[in-house]
C-alpha cells in the first residue's frame, strides 16, 4: 500500500504561508490595495494574525513575497533552450510576447501595477528595482553587446513595447474594448498587436 504523507512542522508551515500568500491575491483582486490590512488578510485566511509576524516578519514582507511571486519580470527566466546568438532579437520577441499574454490573465498583477503607478510605498518601489536590476542584465549580456552604441536606441523600444503591453491590457480590461480602432478583447486584435511588437523589434535590428 502507498504509504500516507505524514503532515508535519515543516509542511504545515508551509501550506500556512500559502494560504496567508493566497489570501493577498484574493484582497486584491476584489477589494484592491486599501483592503491588504493585516487583521483582514488573517481573517480571509483563516489564521491569526500572529501568524503573518511569525511566518513573514510583517505584513510588508508578506505583501512583498506575493508581488514577487505574480510579477512576470521578477520570475523571467532565460530557457536553455533559447538561441543568443542573434543578439538577443527572439529573446526580446518572447518576453515581451510572454508579458502581453500574461499581463491579460493576471488580475492580480494588474492590480499590481496600478497601485505602483497611483502610491509611493518602500515595498513596490522594492519591486520596481528588483525588475530594472534582470532588465539591467539582460540589456547588459545579451542586446547591448550586440548594439554597441546604439544600445540606447533598443532601451528606448524595449521600454515603449513594455509600457504598450502594460498599458493596453490594463485600459481595455477596465475601460474600454477597442484601442485605436483594434478591438483588444477578440484573438484577431491581439494577434495584431503581437505582429506589430515583432515587427517593431525586427525593425530595430535590422537597422543596425
Not at 487583521?39 to 511566518?55: N, P, Q, R, T
Not at 499590481?112 to 540589456?139: A, C, H, N, T, Y
Not at 533598443?154 to 490594463?170: K, Q
Request: glycine content about 6%; charged content about 30%; proline content about 2%.
Amino acid at each position: 500500500m502507498p504509504r500516507k504523507v505524514v503532515q508535519g512542522p515543516i509542511r504545515d508551515k508551509e501550506k500556512t504561508k500559502q494560504k496567508l500568500l493566497n489570501a493577498v491575491g484574493k484582497i486584491l483582486k476584489t477589494k484592491g490595495y486599501s483592503g491588504l490590512m493585516v487583521s483582514k488578510i488573517a481573517a480571509v485566511a483563516g489564521f491569526d494574525k500572529k501568524l503573518i509576524y511569525e511566518y513573514f516578519g510583517s505584513t510588508d514582507k508578506l505583501i512583498d513575497e506575493y508581488i514577487k511571486s505574480q510579477d512576470y519580470w521578477s520570475r523571467f527566466e532565460l530557457g536553455e533552450d533559447v538561441d543568443l546568438s542573434d543578439g538577443g532579437r527572439e529573446m526580446s520577441k518572447l518576453a515581451i510576447l510572454d508579458q502581453f499574454e500574461n499581463l491579460k490573465k493576471n488580475k492580480e498583477l494588474q492590480k499590481i501595477l496600478v497601485w505602483e503607478m497611483s502610491e509611493s510605498r518602500p515595498i513596490l518601489k522594492k519591486i520596481f528595482d528588483q525588475r530594472e536590476e534582470i532588465g539591467e542584465e539582460l540589456f547588459k549580456n545579451i542586446t547591448d553587446p550586440h548594439f554597441g552604441e546604439e544600445s540606447d536606441r533598443f532601451r528606448a523600444i524595449a521600454a515603449i513595447l513594455v509600457a504598450g503591453s502594460y498599458h493596453l491590457n490594463m485600459f481595455t480590461a477596465h475601460n474600454a474594448t477597442n484601442f485605436c480602432g483594434i478591438n483588444m478583447k477578440s484573438e484577431e486584435g491581439r494577434q495584431q498587436i503581437k505582429n506589430a511588437i515583432e515587427d517593431i523589434i525586427d525593425f530595430a535590428y535590422n537597422k543596425k
